[in-house]
């Protein structure tokens, strides 16, 4: 039987800011959850918070040494995507290359598919 591929793939950047957040938060994390709401002027954002455990639903995903819980809501909307870290002079922060996107909207704050 062929392994699932996962829903999601993390850079080595997404995975260390990961991994330092759930150190900083003080208290045990199941992960973070990455889900999307309908938001801005294309439709969609990404969403992503602590995890205090895993949901029932949830699709686990688990690289580079993280765990990400993908919201089932979510699933459809971010197959295949790689998250990202990055940091730069004005702005830093997780950013997510996903192939499903059919366009996104100019201050890239949201996306449709």
């Known amino acids: 039987m ?7 793939s993390v850079t080595d ?3 260390g800011r990961i991994q330092e957040l759930l150190a900083k938060r003080g208290k045990p994390s199941a992960g973070v959850r990455i889900g999307v709401r309908s938001r801005g002027c ?3 954002s990404y969403t992503l918070e602590y995890a ?3 949901g029932r639903l949830d699709e ?7 765990t990400i819980l993908v919201d089932p809501k979510a699933i459809m909307f971010i197959l295949g995507t790689e998250m ?3 940091e730069e002079k004005l702005q ?3 950013t997510f290359r996903n192939p499903n996107e059919k366009g ?3 201050c890239g704050e949201s996306f449709h598919v």
């Open 60 to 66: 686990i995903v688990e690289d580079k040494g993280v």
């Open 42 to 44: 294309s439709g969609l």
């Open 104 to 106: 996104r909207c100019g």
């Open 13 to 15: 950047a997404a995975a």
């Open 92 to 94: 830093s922060g997780f």
């Open 52 to 54: 205090d455990e895993k």
């Open 2 to 8: 062929m392994a699932r591929k996962q829903a999601l």
């Open 84 to 86: 990202d870290y990055v």
